[in-house]
């Protein structure tokens, strides 16, 4: 070129230089002037005391970044927060030195709660009214899972933080790992098609779905009615692990565990070995000390046991009741030898009535006893005749005898 002025129209010979480019940008937006526009406010924060965020069309997947200096926001009435519906006059503003489009914020007021939100509350309503949300479908976590699905971008930080945190608290564990979009029109539809062929998987014990953060919109397929659905009828365990607190995607109520990060969810779903190994040896301690103080007790209570005099001298109790036992015999024959003694004096004394009272002794003094023929004892002589038959009784043996003559 022999001009030191750029050409108006450029060519591949004669082409413009950046920067006059970029001026160019910034003449042709700067007579764009100030506008009224009305949008999405997907994101909002403050920094230095002004605020920063995006406003994305009601209608369209289109975004721009925004600023409201302080001295503007200052003269807001309202207080404003992401998912809000606004209109807001700005001025976009070409920087030419970095090649960046944004809109200063003038003025910024409600049109009233935004449309996205209102139909994430919405459904959110829906589904909770299903019962989708109940605690009672909630299933436990396992204890210790040997295999976990993981769904999350690929080469993601959600993904190096779930694995490098569950492999530090056991290193045994292992992973099934789906890549998926998790941003994007097709971010609900490959993230439903991993969940469900991790919950197919009969070696898979509970389910991460990682994704490290990000703003409102880019949550937004974390909330889709299809996504939550296939959620709902799965079978394992599943981890929510969006990791944005500000926000609460459906997601998060329709899953079994959410966590706040994914870091987070590698802590709740895996436990750390270096935990259980010392509570195993508190338990192994606290069994040990217990089983020693039932086997102290048991052998003191056997030492008293053995210490009492049934069992410290065993024969004393048949040297007692032997003493015992000769003692009633030596009663015992004493007893007998007494009561024989008094029925041998009553023996002879009845002896002696009986022989003062028995016939014999009288016929032992020389009577004898008369009988007749028939037997009867003749007391009288008037009782016999002459020529009747007697037998005489003596004190030893009888004769026979013929009554002569009747005295």
Partial sequence: MTSTEPPERS?????????MMSGKLKEYIDRLGTVWVEGEVTQWGLSGGNAYGKLKDLEQDVTLSFRVWSTTLQKLKEEFRQGDRVVALVKSEWWPKGGTLTMQVFDLRHVGIGDLLAKLEAL????????????E????????????????GKDSDAEKDVLRN????WPAVQFRIRHASVQGDRAWAEV?????????????????????????????????????RVVAECRTPVVSAIGHE????????VADLRASTPTDAAKRVVPDIADELARVRQARGRMLARVTGMVTTEIDRIGH?????VLASPDRIVT??????????????ELLDYAFERAGQRVVELRAQLRALSPQATLERGYAIARLESGAVLRRADDAASGDRLRLTLAEGEVAATVESPG
């Fill in 246 to 253: 500000a926000d609460r995607p459906l997601l998060d109520d």
């Fill in 192 to 228: 439903a098609g991993a969940i469900k062929a991790l919950d197919a998987d009969p070696e898979v014990d509970v389910i991460i779905v990682a994704r490290g953060g990000g703003d409102f919109q880019n949550l937004l397929p974390f909330s889709d009615e299809r996504l939550i």
């Fill in 124 to 135: 959110r309503r829906k589904l909770s009214d299903e019962g989708l949300f109940a605690v």
């Fill in 305 to 309: 046991i053995r210490s009492r005099p």
């Fill in 166 to 169: 569950a492999q530090l608290r």
């Fill in 11 to 19: 060519s591949p010979e004669a082409p413009w230089p950046v920067a």
């Fill in 137 to 152: 479908r909630k299933q436990r976590l396992p204890f210790l899972p040997t295999c976990i699905g993981l769904v999350t």
């Fill in 320 to 333: 007692d009741r032997a003493e015992e036992l000769t003692r009633w015999v030596a009663r015992g024959a």
